[in-house]
């Protein structure tokens, strides 16, 4: 069962909440900048990381599956957010140039169907990036944070769930190596640049990059043989044409004249 759209909100509210958000939020920046004048779509509860590309984007979308429910998002302008189911987005082929998913799979009852929606409305060439909580992360057990409920994934299964969907991975980071402790959220920024170096794989969340790839496939020629009829009998040469024929000439005895009959 997921969480609610009002537990979630809530989390990111709190000092721990934001600490997460600005360590996961550094990590998209780093992958797409500012996505200038490209389509973004953020999927499952990604509202928190994708406000800074309101302004440059050419479209950003909030899509919230309607297990979760939905916000308005963002408070100060024009809503962005539309409820989705998870086996049917409502959005036409390869409209999106990037996506992001967070809180999106752990908790999903079809993760491989989902994830193909998601191939289905990327752009040739698109770009998708997954964030989940990591197995070996101290958060994957904080179940006070939406990080602790549903299943976490390790890299290697996480590539390989996305392979099965016809999506190729093509790089993959970590994030947020603060305990999942509200009064240590301050020294979030300390923890991060000493646990990336120290122990990376106690992060809490594995972000993963994954492309859509499309080819044409060309069919490969086969040599076949080719079994050719052969009469039995051969035509005979047919008699040649009077007007062809030689005319018969007479020999006379030697010494004699030759004439026509």
């Known amino acids: 069962m997921r969480r609610d759209v009002l537990e979630l909100r809530q989390f ?71 409820l989705v189911a998870e086996d049917a987005f409502p959005f036409t082929n390869a409209l999106f140039d990037r996506i992001l998913l967070a809180h999106a799979i752990e908790e999903c009852s079809d993760p491989v169907g989902f994830l193909r929606e998601v191939w289905r409305v990327l752009a040739p060439s698109g770009r998708v990036i997954v ?67 120290i122990w990376p794989g106690f992060a809490g969340v594995l972000l993963m990059e994954a492309v859509k790839q499309s080819f044409a496939v060309k069919p490969k020629g086969v040599r076949v043989r080719a079994r050719v009829a052969r009469p039995v009998l051969a035509p005979a040469p047919g008699a040649a044409p009077a007007s062809r024929r030689p005319e018969p000439v007479l020999v006379a005895p030697l010494g004699g004249a030759k004439r026509k009959p």
């Open 131 to 197: 964030a989940v909580a990591a197995r070996n992360g101290m958060w994957a057990d904080a179940e006070k944070t939406p990080f602790g409920h549903g299943r976490p994934y390790s890299r290697g299964q996480l590539a390989e769930l996305l392979r099965e969907a016809e999506l190729e991975p093509s790089g993959w980071t970590r994030a947020l190596y603060v305990p999942p402790l509200g009064w240590m959220s301050g020294w979030a920024e300390g923890f991060e640049q000493v646990g990336s170096r």
């Open 12 to 82: 990111y509210a709190s000092d721990l909440g934001r600490a997460a958000r600005a360590m996961v939020k550094r990590k998209v920046v780093e992958a797409w900048g500012d996505a200038h004048g490209l389509d973004v779509l953020a999927l499952g509860y990604a509202t928190p990381f994708v406000s800074h590309l309101t302004s440059s984007a050419r479209r950003v979308v909030a899509a919230m599956p309607a297990s979760q429910g939905v916000e308005v998002w963002p408070a100060d302008g024009r809503n962005l957010t539309t």
